[in-house]
């Protein structure tokens, strides 16, 4: 048949295209192992480090390795790295703190210095409640809600605060010939207050983690003296 003639089709008799909608991919869930493996070999890694220092640092440094303000600060970076997921950063940070203990154990008692099994056990059940608490601050320090991330950029220097207050105690007491010191004292306490002044994103959220940091450190007081009260059972 000749097609002279035929009309020739416009836009009009175009068949309609129906634009296709890109399909969008759904992110694959993040795998927690990472997270854990980090936790533990930070643990077990810091200490030996614990364990090692306690014999060549002496003075005011000693503080550094014969404190629980470095071992909970292991949790909280250790959350740093799992930003708004916080219940894993708190089962991370409680294994940071298992990993601590066993490390500074195991490390003891390979260099001959025997470890009571008590002891143990009270750094351990300290772990379980500090490792959780710290690991999760640090996943939720850049958290959209002001409240959360201020009381995460308090709680980070509260036991910075209390042990040096507790430094102080101990310089100031005639009967006691232990602790590290008043400039110790003044370090850990100047640490502890700038943590969540340089943390806090404004000056609102900084109001709020002070107040989260008086509190928190006044619980690390507390426990702390639970710890000790432990000790002489």
């Known amino acids: 048949m000749s097609t002279t003639g035929a009309p020739t089709p416009t836009a009009s008799h175009a068949t309609?295209?129906?634009?296709?909608?890109?399909?969008?991919?759904?992110?694959?869930?993040?795998?927690?192992?990472?997270?854990?493996?980090?936790?533990?070999?930070?643990?077990?890694?810091?200490g030996a480090v614990t364990s090692f220092g306690q014999t060549y640092l002496t003075g005011g440094w000693h503080a550094l390795v014969n404190s629980a303000s470095t071992w909970v600060?292991?949790?909280?970076?250790?959350?740093?790295?799992?930003?708004?997921r916080w219940r894993s950063a708190a089962l991370a940070g409680l294994l940071s703190q298992a990993g601590l203990v066993v490390g500074y154990y195991a490390t003891s008692e390979l260099r001959g210095y025997a470890a009571g099994l008590s002891a143990v056990v009270i750094w351990i059940a300290a772990g379980l409640v500090a490792g959780?608490?710290?690991?999760?601050?640090?996943?939720?320090?850049?958290?959209?809600?002001?409240?959360?991330?201020?009381?995460?950029?308090?709680?980070?220097?509260?036991?910075?605060?209390?042990?040096?207050?507790?430094?102080?105690?101990?310089?100031?007491?005639?009967?006691?010939?232990?602790?590290?010191?008043?400039?110790?004292?003044?370090?850990?306490?100047?640490?502890?207050?700038?943590?969540?002044?340089v943390l806090a994103r404004s000056l609102r959220d900084r109001c709020y983690a002070l107040l989260v940091l008086a509190a928190g450190a006044a619980l690390a007081t507390g426990a702390g003296l639970l710890i000790d009260a432990a000790f002489t059972l």
Not at 23 to 32: D, Q, V
Not at 73 to 84: E, K
Not at 137 to 152: F, N, T
């Open 16 to 46: 309609p295209v129906t634009p296709v909608t890109p399909a969008t991919r759904t992110p694959a869930p993040t795998r927690a192992w990472p997270l854990m493996a980090l936790a533990v070999g930070a643990g077990l890694a810091g």
């Open 132 to 197: 959780p608490g710290y690991g999760a601050a640090g996943a939720l320090l850049r958290h959209h809600r002001p409240v959360l991330r201020s009381a995460a950029a308090g709680v980070v220097g509260s036991v910075w605060v209390m042990e040096g207050l507790h430094f102080f105690r101990l310089a100031t007491d005639a009967n006691s010939n232990s602790g590290p010191g008043t400039t110790a004292a003044w370090c850990y306490t100047a640490v502890g207050v700038l943590l969540p002044l």
């Open 73 to 84: 600060t292991v949790a909280f970076l250790i959350g740093l790295r799992a930003p708004g």
